[in-house]
């Protein structure tokens, strides 16, 4: 099974499959990228055609042969068990747990927040313009960012990423927050271990390959 190529539905500016895309190239696997547009004709992530592989309409969507997975972290879990030789948690209990506990952090009370439906609708059905939009984006952003920062201050405070000495789980959903954060000018003040790991994953070649200015369908 794990010699079946992989393919990953994407979109370039989605922060959950830049969680996937991190993953796939951290663990230098081959992969087929299928752009799925977010915007244009009204999505396309709502065709009939994709929402049979996903019928939440949302990205990313791996498919391996005949399992078909949505959900980010699902889907990083299944390629670290499926491919472990480059490993996205720590060997210890009480690592994978911490760098388990920094991701849902971010992708659970971060994300869902902030994602393009939660402002589409914030904008058009309950009549939130977009100075009062962005406000909110930017107070649950700059919340939930400083929480982690103190979650990594207190649980691995002098690891070179998130938790470790490698990038990881937690790592994969992290920098994609952080470029959305910096996309829409959030303040990341008091968030320096945040800002000091992101440029650390940004130096990395493996991580510029899933940036989302790297993708083919980058506009």
């Known amino acids: 099974m794990s010699s079946t190529r992989l393919e990953l539905y994407s979109y370039w500016r989605s922060s959950a499959s830049y969680r996937v895309r991190i993953a796939l190239h951290l663990k230098g696997l081959d ?62 209990p009480a690592g994978r747990a911490r760098a388990r506990m920094v991701a849902q952090s971010i992708a659970c009370d971060i994300h869902p927040l902030n994602n393009l439906r939660v402002l589409k609708y914030l904008e058009h059905q309950a009549d939130c313009r977009p100075p009062l939009r962005s406000e909110w984006y930017r107070h649950w952003t700059e919340t939930g960012l400083r929480a982690v920062e103190k979650l990594l201050a207190q649980h691995s405070p002098d690891s070179t990423f998130c938790v470790g000495e490698e990038p ?52």
């Open 31 to 92: 992969h087929k990228l299928h752009p799925v547009h977010l915007l244009r004709a009204g999505g396309e992530q709502h065709r009939p055609d994709y929402l049979q592989r996903n019928p939440q309409g949302l990205v990313p969507c791996l498919v391996h042969g005949a399992t078909v997975l949505t959900q980010s972290l699902a889907i990083l879990e299944y390629l670290e068990e499926c491919f472990p030789a480059v490993p996205l948690l720590p060997r210890s």
């Open 168 to 219: 990881g789980l937690a790592d994969c959903c992290l920098l994609p927050q952080v470029y959305n954060a910096r996309r829409f000018h959030c303040s990341l003040a008091g968030c320096e271990r945040i800002t000091d790991i992101c440029q650390r994953l940004e130096a990395d070649a493996r991580i510029q390959a899933a940036a989302p200015e790297s993708q083919p369908d980058a506009e």
